[in-house]
């Protein structure tokens, strides 16, 4: 204790309080202190504080405290010790001198007290030995040595104990022994004279370094000072002036820059309530498909309608009515099962909405959907789909009967319409020359400049698949007009196969229309199976897992990261402290984990929180987690790449700090449909501070762990967030024969930590089933089509055999058997209905190819796919003839 206080201490029974003690201290200083709850001043606060007081006209000094393990002279040692490093301006003041030659960062000056063991002469080497700041794992100590300049006398004012910021478990204690530090600390070491100056002197420096040094050795990301002391321009401060230079300092401060961060909530909130990705584009695509093949199918229906009732048309037209008064009739008879069929249609709607969100949830990773997502229909869309279904619906019916009322009224009262005998007058060169066209077009549109805009992607897909749709449907009618000219001879196989290839080409039309349906029903089923994901039986280093078996998240910040065997130890640890009340379970934990584990190889992360980015969020995330990546990774490299900026055989080098550019890795799902950016565009996030950054996704994986977050380099990560201590996302390297063992050690050893336990494969199958299950969705648009289409077929089968029923009578009067003639029906629908599905096949295919999807095309699932929808097909095609081989035709024939 100074000698000063000793008449304080008397005059107070021998005991003395806190607050006098500081009373006597402040009384006895002529300076303010500026200090920092954080224990260092950040940068910006040391700068607009040194502003104000150059405004001021003051002068001041600016201190870096820190604890040394050892103060050590030749064999002398003195153990825990504190530093500080002082400016020239406080040199001055302390009385400190140095030579012309001198440099001030290689002296030290000792503080001069009556049981110091370090007696070293001017010039003699004083070393010092302490533990780096901000090292990861296992603390690492570090010796320097300085050259001794002087002594400081322990008496001077300048000299007092709250020149060392509090620290909890150190300034707190009344003994050294009793220290509390977040390090190693041996209290064995301590000597009663280490005591006695703690009981004299507290927390007052033993040494004085230069300031640059200290900041050099001491410094970190979160500042390089302790403390500024404000010195009185004259022999005291005028009365306030704590309270005005605090205020003074606090309008100076920008609330941002000291970790304030302002945020319109409602803007933000309105959001983050927007889906992340609006798939209504994609619905809209491939339900254009399915929207075309119904209105194929209603005008299909109702031609085979009409045609049923041609000669009712032709009679009406006989007795005096106009084309145009027949035309409205049939329309508005049409509109009328238009109306309720498009009511119906809107409950049915909502029916298969009910069933689509049930799928959904059913197929969710989690549980989370079921909360969120509910079914919202509004009225205004019910509205909208009603009126846009009539119009379409009113479109088809009246082309269809404005084309029979045009037809002779002899021919309709025949009962034929548009003898189905007669094509059109297009020749099969106009109509190659149109299919060639839009080929040409289709494929043009594939090799345009390629986009990541999702957007422009679906365009470029629908666009393409359509133009290639189209192109085969012109020619098929080309191929129609061809073989409606072939001769029939021969017998067996051969001649009815050669019979049903024309009776194809009779109704050209009706047979392109079928064909339609067919083909737009396999474009949407073959076109979306080649991007379904499957289970990866990779799990090497260049695939989505990176070659690590677990991933680890955890609530609190491990703070020395779980790399290296002192991470080992926090795991062993971890287990034992959650056995507490079982020390022999502890024990056997211990031995069992400390064998599974000590092949285990950990990369710890660093981790600022935000939105999941992947697509498990349905709603728009505006801010994403960032993960901090270790050198080591980087070193190390793994997983798989769709794309990078710059073609390099380690990729994760493109992280490192020294370019000139906040390079990033994102997830190629994640940037394109969440985040909507793409390969080497920027990206806008907020820092610490609520600062706009920008970072540039140089590299985008390929079905990996990191979906729902952006990673850049852990340099970058500590300029951003300076304030995030540890780490808290961990990639373990394990061999998977112990695995089930290796996740239980991490669970139990991490518990404290919150932690979150899951294997790498798990949770790459985890992000690709959801989006298998928005792709079956898709699929289930196709299977629609599908049902439509062989709605299609078995309609035209039963219209073709009604109208052909004389046809057929004749056939078998020729002696053709009953097997004869349902073979030849047979043949004539498989082949239309082959074409029809390899139309729409090949249209999917060109579509697909040339774009990126998840895995290579699985040839034999494709396959499946095509021989099982011609399968169903047949099978209705084989059972509407089912019920045909009884008819008696030659009766039909006699009626001829």
């Known amino acids: 204790m100074p000698s000063k206080l000793i008449p304080l201490l008397q005059s107070q029974a021998g005991t003395i309080d806190i607050e006098s003690v500081q009373k006597f201290f402040r009384a006895n200083r002529n ?72 440099k001030p960062g290689q002296k030290i000056w000792l503080l001069d007290w009556n049981e110091s063991p370090l007696k070293p002469a001017l010039g003699d080497l004083v070393s010092l030995e302490y533990f780096l700041p901000e090292v990861v794992g296992k603390p690492i100590e570090k010796k320097d040595s300085f050259q001794f300049a002087g002594y400081i006398p322990a008496e001077i004012n300048l000299v007092d104990p709250e020149i060392t910021p509090d620290f909890p478990g150190i300034t707190d204690k009344l003994s050294l022994d009793s220290w509390n530090p977040p390090f190693p600390y041996d209290n064995k070491r301590i000597k009663p004279r280490d005591e006695k100056y703690w009981q004299d002197f507290r927390s007052v420096p033993k040494a004085f370094i230069d300031l640059d040094a200290a900041k050099n050795l001491w410094g970190s990301r979160f500042g390089k000072i302790t403390s500024i002391r404000v010195y009185p321009t004259n022999l005291s401060f005028p009365d306030g002036f704590a309270a005005d230079f605090q205020a003074r300092l606090l309008k100076l401060i920008d609330p941002i820059s000291v970790g304030f961060v302002f945020q319109d909530l409602r803007a933000r909130f309105q959001q983050s309530s927007q889906s992340g990705t609006d798939f209504s584009g994609l619905f809209v695509g491939f339900s254009f498909f399915l929207i075309l093949s119904a209105l194929i199918l209603v005008a299909l229906l109702f031609r085979l309608h009409l045609e049923r009732r041609a000669s009712q048309v032709g009679t009406v ?184 290839l024309r009776n194809m080409a009779r109704n050209k039309t009706r047979s392109l229309l079928t064909a339609g349906l067919l083909s737009s029903a396999a474009f949407l089923i073959i076109a979306v199976e080649p991007f379904r994901k499957e289970a990866d039986s990779n799990t090497g280093k260049n695939s989505g897992t990176g070659g690590f078996s677990i991933v680890v998240e955890t609530n609190i910040p491990v703070l020395s990261g779980l790399d290296g065997p002192s991470g080992i130890e926090t795991i062993l640890d971890g287990v034992q402290k959650s056995n507490r009340g079982n020390p022999q379970r502890a024990r056997q934990q211990v031995d069992r984990f400390k064998n599974v584990l000590k092949d285990v190889k950990v990369y710890s992360l660093r981790f600022n929180p935000g939105d999941d980015a992947s697509c498990l969020n349905l709603f728009a995330p505006s801010k994403p987690r960032i993960l901090g990546v270790p050198n080591s990774l980087q070193q190390r490299g793994g997983f798989l790449f769709s794309a990078t900026t710059e073609p390099l055989e380690n990729p994760w080098k493109l992280l490192d700090s020294s370019n000139p550019f906040v390079n990033a890795f994102v997830e190629k799902n994640t940037v394109e449909w969440m985040i909507h950016s793409g390969l080497g565009k920027d990206y806008k996030i907020q820092d610490a501070s609520g600062k706009d950054e920008l970072l540039k996704f140089a590299g985008l994986f390929q079905g990996s762990v990191f979906q729902s977050e952006i990673l850049i380099g852990e340099s970058q990560f500590l300029k951003f967030y300076p304030q995030q201590q540890g780490y808290q996302y961990f990639l373990i390297d394990a061999d998977s024969k112990d695995l089930s063992e290796i996740e239980e050690a991490f669970k139990i050893g991490l518990s404290d930590y919150g932690a979150k336990v899951s294997k790498s494969k798990d949770l790459v199958e985890r992000f690709a089933s959801v989006e298998n299950a928005y792709l079956s969705m898709f699929q289930g648009l196709g299977t629609i089509g599908l049902l439509i289409g062989t709605m299609g077929v078995a309609a035209v089968l039963a219209r073709s055999v009604w109208e052909r029923r004389a046809e057929l009578g004749l056939l078998s009067a020729l002696g053709f058997t009953q097997v004869d003639v349902v073979l030849v029906m047979l043949l004539e629908h498989a082949l239309l209905l082959f074409l029809g599905l390899g139309i729409g096949t090949l249209a999917a295919l060109v579509s697909v190819l040339p774009l990126e999807h998840s895995t290579a095309t699985r040839w034999g699932v494709l396959a499946l796919l095509q021989g099982g929808m011609f399968f169903f097909g047949l099978m209705v095609c084989v059972a509407s003839l089912w019920s045909i081989r009884t008819n008696n035709f030659v009766a039909a024939m006699r009626k001829e």
């Open 31 to 102: 300076y303010y202190s500026l200090e920092s709850s954080q224990m260092l001043v950040s940068p910006n606060l040391a700068q607009k504080a040194d502003d104000l007081i150059q405004e001021m006209g003051l002068q001041s000094s600016q201190i870096m405290v820190y604890l040394a393990n050892n103060i050590q002279e030749k064999n002398n040692v003195v153990p825990y010790s504190v530093i500080a490093g002082i400016d020239a301006t406080l040199q001055k003041k302390l009385g400190v001198k140095l030579a012309a030659n001198d």
């Open 317 to 500: 037209l006989a007795l005096g009515a106009t084309q145009k008064q027949v035309a409205h009739l049939l329309l508005l008879e049409g509109l009328l099962v238009a109306g309720l069929g498009v009511l119906l249609g809107l409950g049915v709607a909502c029916v298969y909405a009910i069933g689509l969100l049930q799928y959904l949830k059913s197929n969710w990773p989690d549980s989370s959907l079921q909360q969120i997502l509910k079914l919202h229909i509004p009225f205004k869309t019910l509205c909208m789909g009603f009126v846009l279904a009539f119009i379409m619906s009113a479109v088809a019916i009246f082309r269809t009967s404005r084309t029979l009322v045009k037809t002779s009224v002899m021919t309709l009262i025949k009962g034929g319409y548009l003898d189905s005998t007669v094509l059109n007058s297009k020749q099969p060169l106009s109509l190659l020359i149109y299919g060639s066209l839009f080929m040409i077009l289709g494929f043009g549109m594939l090799f345009l400049p390629s986009s990541q805009d999702h957007e422009l992607k679906a365009l470029k897909f629908f666009g393409a698949g359509g133009l290639v749709l189209t192109s085969g449907l012109f020619f098929l009618g080309a191929f129609l007009r061809y073989v409606y000219k072939i001769m029939v001879f021969g017998h067996g196989l051969d001649g009815l196969a050669r019979l049903a």
